[in-house]
Nanobody, 124 residues
Framework: QVRLVESGGGPVQAGGSLRLSCSAS????????VGWFRQVPGEERLIVAS????????YYVDSVKGRFTVSRDNDENTVYLQMTTLKPEDTAVYYC?????????????????WGQGTQVTVSS
């Protein structure tokens, strides 16, 4: 069992930066792949980035490549999403999720554990 808590969201102006944190409790978090997803009201939740259990393999959706960076500190049981050059279209609730897999899936159905989400609002 893994419990995830996101933090670091909030309001920011376009062009600004935020760093989201996903803190985990539970055993062997370092063995889980982690994904960051985002959801806008009325739309489906979509993957933004993911990282494998080692931190050596990452994935980014095209719209955030070059602007977002996912990283993890397994000693601290935390995964980060550094977001820079934010755009109004990045506004969403951001969720982290953990998959019982070393490799990071891209589909949310493979993620067993989810945080409660943190709101990111980017104003123009």
């Amino acid at each position: 069992q893994v419990r995830l808590v996101e933090s670091g969201g909030g309001p920011v102006q376009a062009g600004g930066s935020l760093r989201l944190s996903c803190s985990a409790s539970g055993r062997a978090f370092g063995a889980y792949a982690v994904g960051w997803f985002r959801q806008v009201p009325g739309e489906e939740r979509l993957i933004v980035a993911s990282i494998d259990w080692t931190g050596g393999q990452t994935y980014y959706v095209d719209s955030v490549k070059g602007r977002f960076t996912v990283s993890r500190d397994n000693d601290e049981n935390t995964v980060y999403l550094q977001m820079t050059t934010l755009k109004p279209e990045d506004t969403a609730v951001y969720y982290c999720a953990a998959a019982e897999s070393g490799q990071a899936p891209r589909l949310q159905k493979f993620y067993a554990y989810w945080g409660q989400g943190t709101q990111v609002t980017v104003s123009s």
